[in-house]
């Protein structure tokens, strides 16, 4: 490890006292590369830093979106209150926008942070529920004809990079198979395991990422060819471990929000899904983006395009035309399309 990484990772230590050195370890041996991050250094220190994961796709109104995911962000204790975690938060936006990427997401690790990102445009965005798994198995499928494998790598990829990922839902995301070894192993670092289930023909029918503590597990997520290895695994998994179960589920208008997302790239945004009627509300409207400059003019909803004009302030003439600011037009766009972040290292 280079002295640069060497100095990351005693940051993300010493902020993140949770973590253990294999988990650190483990993430800069998939994304150590420059590319992942953005430092600020006091001679060869690093004194603050943010890491940026570009590789996410999340299915915004039933299409895959290119968006970048900000993890592990923070600053050494005695150089927060002087601005530079948002320095860093503002160059990785614009860094974005320069490569595109439409969208960004994060996971603030406390409710207050919620109100700090907002500062830079961020918005709740995103959901997930969690229910107590107290049912029995189906009849139909019985349980000695099944088979349990614990930490399968190779099984779970099978099934994730399979039919069962690719045929999500609007709202989840989709990684690359370089991003779910990572969160695979992430979790089996962190005292979790992933769980395959074989039926009689020795073929996947169930595949589940488990986090464990001495009180419960949960089921991160969870994929499955029916209904029943669905219930088969979810009862083996209390049988084999005497502890509770909780299932991450889809979530309900009551649940509390956990993720945060801004718009970086307006006019590519708008334009990959201009042929959806739900967000055609205005056929024409002004975007106000005070941080990424390059966001601000009128766009214009037509047919299946959506046509942009760059403009710093909205024209005289179009006082009558609606002007969101590019956080509130976020949770216009979000409260269509509620989001749930799958198999995010959080």
């Known amino acids: ?16 006292p949770e973590d253990n050195e294999a988990l650190v370890n483990h993430f800069y041996a998939y994304y150590g590369h420059p590319c992942h991050h953005l430092t600020i250094e006091e001679g060869d220190e690093v004194i603050a830093m943010l890491h940026h994961i570009d590789t996410y796709q999340y299915v915004f109104f039933d299409k895959p979106l290119r968006t970048s995911y900000i993890y592990a962000a923070c600053t050494a204790p005695e150089h927060q209150g002087k ?22 997401v994060t996971i603030p690790a406390s409710e207050s942070l919620f109100q700090y990102y907002g500062r830079f445009g961020f918005v709740p965005a995103f959901k997930r529920g969690c229910q107590r798994w107290d049912k029995e198995p189906l009849p139909d499928q019985p349980l000695d004809e099944m088979h349990l494998f614990d930490n399968g790598m190779d099984k779970m990829l099978q099934i994730w990079l399979g039919d069962c990922i690719n045929n999500r839902k609007s709202g989840h995301m989709w990684h690359t198979q370089r991003d779910l070894q990572c969160a695979l192993e992430a979790n089996r670092l962190t005292g979790g395991f992933n769980a395959v289930l074989l039926d009689e023909h020795e073929k996947l029918a169930a595949a589940a990422v488990v986090e464990r503590n001495d009180f419960a597990l949960r089921v991160r997520d969870l994929v499955c060819s029916q209904p029943a290895s669905y219930q088969n695994l979810c009862y083996l998994l209390s049988q084999a471990t005497s502890l509770p179960v909780w299932i991450d589920t889809l979530p309900s208008s009551g649940d509390p929000y956990f993720g945060a997302a801004r718009i970086v790239n307006m006019p590519r945004l708008l334009r990959a899904f201009a042929h959806d ?3 055609k509300s205005e056929d ?9 400059l390059e966001n601000n003019g009128l766009y214009r909803m037509t047919g299946n395009c959506c046509h942009f004009q760059p403009c710093p302030v909205p024209p005289e003439e179009s006082a009558s035309i609606k002007v969101y600011d590019i956080a509130e037009y976020s949770r216009k766009l979000f409260s269509i399309e509620p989001g749930y972040m799958t198999l995010m290292m959080d």
């Open 284 to 292: 024409v409207f002004y975007i106000k983006d005070d941080l990424i």
């Open 1 to 16: 490890m280079n002295p640069k990484l060497k100095s990351m990772r005693a940051l993300w230590l010493r902020c993140f």
């Open 83 to 104: 601005g530079l975690m948002s320095q860093l938060i503002v160059r990785t936006l614009h860094l974005l926008h320069e490569k595109r990427i439409p969208l960004c």
């Open 277 to 279: 009627s739900r967000i």
